[in-house]
């Protein structure tokens, strides 16, 4: 995966987790009635995964300034969007979601499946090119 495509991808991750954790921090209750979901009991429930998420916006543009060097945030990326889709994909399969979750479902496994293969890419990428200021075969 090439530089600019790093960029593109850990820019709209960060664009997506951002505006969604926005969304949920800011107003649920208009997320909810938009999606047509009755909200929890207490909206602190909601409201702290959309600060997480912000948080994780955060993260993902400091993999698209300095991927290299933040390859191994990548993983916790991997490890977010592996949580939400492994349970949000369960209870689709098992027991069903509202629709207003499934799309994020999907785009969340889109993501996975990315961060995987720039993670992998990164990691190839450091294997053959030596630090800087090494010289190749020393």
């Not at 993902?60 to 990326?77: D, H, Q």
């Not at 592996?82 to 098992?94: D, H, K, M, N």
């Not at 479902?105 to 200021?133: C, N, T, W």
Request: glycine share 8%; net charge positive; proline share 7%.
């Amino acid at each position: 995966m090439k530089r600019l495509g790093l960029l593109v991808l850990f820019v709209v991750a960060a664009l997506y987790d951002g505006i969604l954790g926005l969304a949920f921090l800011w107003d649920p209750n208009a997320v909810f009635a938009w999606g047509q979901v009755t909200p929890p009991n207490h909206l602190g429930y909601v409201q702290f995964p959309g600060a997480l998420l912000i948080i994780f916006a955060l993260m993902f543009l400091a993999v698209a300034i300095r991927p290299r060097e933040n390859r191994t945030l990548i993983a916790y990326g991997v490890l977010l969007k592996l949580a939400y889709c492994g349970i949000a994909i369960s209870y689709w399969v098992t027991s069903g979601i509202p629709s207003m979750f499934k799309p994020f479902a999907v785009i969340d496994l889109v993501f996975l499946v990315l961060f995987v293969v720039a993670y992998r890419a990164l990691g190839e990428k450091a294997a053959v090119s030596p630090p800087a200021g090494v010289a190749a075969g020393s």
